[in-house]
């Protein structure tokens, strides 16, 4: 069952990654308005200077994860599929909403641990995890730019997890990767923008993750892409304040730990 010809699995596979590139796209539009810059959580400068890696790279390696994502979702899909062609029978909405938070907390455990560890192993940082990191400032399409091996067992896996722990069918799957999908892009953008909903109901955002993103913040705030729980139980968390950064825009400044 589908949308018109295309199956539900197909759906579920392609549309986070249109949607990653047109909301990707829209913050890359955004950057180009000059009186946003008082909204940038890094200066331009800074931009141009703390990242070592060009924007092309990280399109293509963006691309490249984007391509095991794809291989990945049609194999399980092909594995898990319905051979009677009928498609699965959407479930209450309430069933929904409660697949909805569940996937949220199991794809944040698993993140969580995961990423942490990749911090915590020095070969796997070095080797791996530190790909990620050549973007001290956050933009959107960088979002996803990590090694494959990172993406595989980040993002991927944490995926397949989350839709195989909750039971959710693929018509589900397509507005839920979609949406963890918009939350990841944003919490990159490296923009703190008022009226943004989503900075607004979670902890977990751009100016949280920004501090990830800083040398000072390394060993804190693992948390991605919805909430700070973990971070919070186990002392990961690094509180921080937005504040005003001499010159202009603003800033996401670390607050002193005990």
Partial sequence: MGIGA??????????????????SGLYVA????????????????????????????VVRGVL????????????????????????????????????????MVVMDTWQYFMHRYMHINKFLYKHIHSKHHTLVVPYSFG??????????????????????????TPRTSI?????????????????????????????NNSAYHDIHHQLYGNKYNFSQPFFVMWDKILGTYMPYSIEQRKGGGVESRPAKLD
Wanted: proline share 4%; charged share 15%.
């Fill in 143 to 168: 979002a996803l730019y990590n090694h494959p091996i990172e993406g595989l067992i980040l993002d991927t896996i944490g995926g397949a997890l989350s839709f195989l722990v909750t039971g959710m």
């Fill in 64 to 103: 490249v994860q984007q391509a095991f994502q794809v291989a990945v979702s049609l194999t399980l899909f092909a594995v898990i599929g319905d051979e009677s062609g009928t498609g699965q029978k959407q479930p209450p909405a309430l069933v929904i909403v409660l697949q909805f938070i569940a996937a």
């Fill in 175 to 203: 507005f839920f990767f979609s949406f963890a999908t918009i939350k990841t892009v944003d919490d990159h953008c490296g923009l703190w923008l008022p009226g943004n909903i989503l900075q607004a109901l979670f902890s």
């Fill in 30 to 57: 955004l950057d180009g308005v000059g009186r946003l810059d008082g909204y940038r959580l890094h200066t331009r400068e800074e931009a141009a200077t703390k990242n070592v890696v060009s924007k092309a790279a």
């Fill in 6 to 23: 295309v199956s539900d699995e197909l759906l579920g596979t392609f549309v986070p990654i249109a949607v990653y590139w047109l909301y």
